[in-house]
């Protein structure tokens, strides 16, 4: 269960990674873009879906809606509804509370590579980090391996792989587009 939060919280922390070069992200992003992804691992099945419902020269409000399998157990996410201050430069981290989370973040490599998803090839860059936090006299450590391609919506994540003792989860792009 760590590995699925902690999976969903870094999707949420990839628009600040891929596009560190613009200071908001979601500046570039129109009203009815739309991303889905699927998201496989040990006993864990699930997609996740984050659509833009609204924007305007201050402010973004995008959807994300999931259905997960965990053990067998199928159910829906509940559906979240996020706003970004488009007057500000995109803080990820605060965004996650990741700092009130008390959770370390290291960037350890990146590099670029032609990977193929939602029958597409992509131009990404990847990015791996580590996160570590405490929790209950616990050090919990997670790595991630990102791939963004410019090409690629909202955030521009095409892969994430998360790897957490001994189970690791992939989330990869399945489907993007604009209504």
Request: no cysteine.
């Amino acid at each position: 269960m760590r590995l699925i939060i902690a999976t969903a919280v870094f999707i949420s922390l990839a628009p600040t990674i891929q596009k560190a070069d613009d200071k908001n992200p979601f500046r570039n992003t129109y009203v009815g873009d739309w991303v889905e992804y699927k998201m496989t691992g040990q006993n864990i099945e699930g997609t996740t879906k984050m659509s833009v419902i609204s924007k305007d020269d201050k402010e973004l409000t995008y959807e994300v809606t999931g259905t997960f399998s965990f053990m067998g157990n199928k159910s829906d996410a509940p559906v979240q509804t996020i706003k970004v201050d488009l007057t500000k430069d995109y803080d990820a981290i605060s965004a996650a509370n990741l700092k009130e989370k008390n959770v370390k973040i290291e960037k350890l490599e990146e590099g670029t590579e032609k990977l193929k998803a939602a029958g597409k090839e992509y131009e990404t860059k990847w990015t791996k980090l580590r996160a570590t936090t405490k929790v209950n006299e616990m050090t919990i450590v997670n790595d991630f391996k990102m791939w963004f391609s410019k090409d690629v919506p909202l955030s521009g994540l095409v892969r994430m792989d998360t790897t957490a003792s001994d189970m690791t989860t992939k989330v990869e792009l399945i489907g993007s587009g604009s209504k």
